[in-house]
Nanobody, 126 residues
């Protein structure tokens, strides 16, 4: 049974940093597609970052390019999202996800992904 458990969220001031972790069980990260998504109140869930299946390319939403970094540790079976230069607009519940495919140019479409964590709250505020 695939399980994903996020941690690392919290309250941070604008300009600060957080690192989110997502521990996977029931499968090995291996060549699976891995993604981070977020959902702010009243908004749809949106893709933030992705590691593609197969060639493990890193893809990012324009809003976080240069500030966020996605990575994985196969030994720990854990994926990460390093978030720097955080802005109030980054406030949301963050979810990790996995699937056998990252769905090419549509990786940011949350409805395509099969397996999800429970989410962790990130609040950026002074």
């Amino acid at each position: 049974q695939v399980q994903l458990v996020e941690s690392g969220g919290g309250l941070v001031q604008p300009g600060g940093s957080l690192r989110l972790s997502c521990v996977a069980s029931g499968f090995t990260l291996g060549s699976n597609a891995l993604g981070w998504f977020r959902q702010a109140p009243g908004k749809e869930r949106e893709g933030v970052a992705c590691i593609t299946d197969g060639d493990s390319r890193r893809l990012y939403a324009d809003s976080v390019k240069g500030r966020f970094s996605i990575s994985k540790d196969a030994v720990k079976n854990t994926m990460y999202l390093q978030m720097d230069s955080l802005e109030p607009e980054d406030t949301a519940v963050y979810y990790c996800a996995t699937d056998v495919s990252s769905y090419g140019d549509h990786w940011y479409v949350s409805g395509l992904w099969s397996y999800w964590g429970q989410g962790t709250q990130v609040t950026v505020s002074s």
